[in-house]
């Protein structure tokens, strides 16, 4: 059995999607929490999600022909672990950088960088592990190819 051909696509766009209403709402999270404002968020979320997705998409990106289903969730589940585990790291150490600059308050600013990193690396994991999975998938199927 092989794996649908459009589910990389799927978890990629469902995580632009997410990633892009958090980007909208920390830009306009100060905001009076009217109609109007979820309107503007969703319009916005939307339009950065579809532009992201396309340039994902062109050219047959993130699409899958003929990969075994077992191979693929043994790949994505392992690229899944290690983006989070990186994205995590990574988050964490920029929101305590900044965290701590402003605040001064060494164990606030650990806490909520941890909090920070953990929460966004949930909603950024699956799309980057769709594109590290896609890459891998399609180099094991390029040297397969006579």
């Known amino acids: 059995m092989n794996t649908p051909t459009q589910t990389l696509r799927v978890v990629f766009a469902a995580s632009a999607l997410t990633s892009s209403v958090i980007l909208a709402l920390f830009v306009r999270g100060r905001a009076e929490w009217t109609t109007a404002f ?21 050219k047959g990106g993130l699409r899958l022909v003929g990969v075994p289903l077992w191979p693929f969730v043994r790949v994505f589940l392992r690229q899944l672990a290690i983006v989070y585990a990186v994205l995590g790291v990574a988050i964490t150490a920029i929101a305590l950088a900044i965290i701590y600059a402003i ?27 769709s594109l590290t999975t896609w890459h891998r998938l399609r180099s094991v199927d390029a040297t397969r190819r006579p």
Do not use: E
């Not at 968020?41 to 998409?57: E, H, K, Q």
């Not at 941890?114 to 950024?124: E, F, T």
């Open 103 to 129: 605040t001064r308050s060494g164990p606030n600013a650990l806490a909520l960088a941890v909090l920070a990193g953990l929460w966004l690396s949930l909603w950024l994991a699956p799309g980057m592990a």
């Open 38 to 58: 979820w309107l503007q968020i969703a319009a916005a979320s939307l339009a950065l999600c579809a532009f992201i997705c396309f340039v994902a998409f062109r």
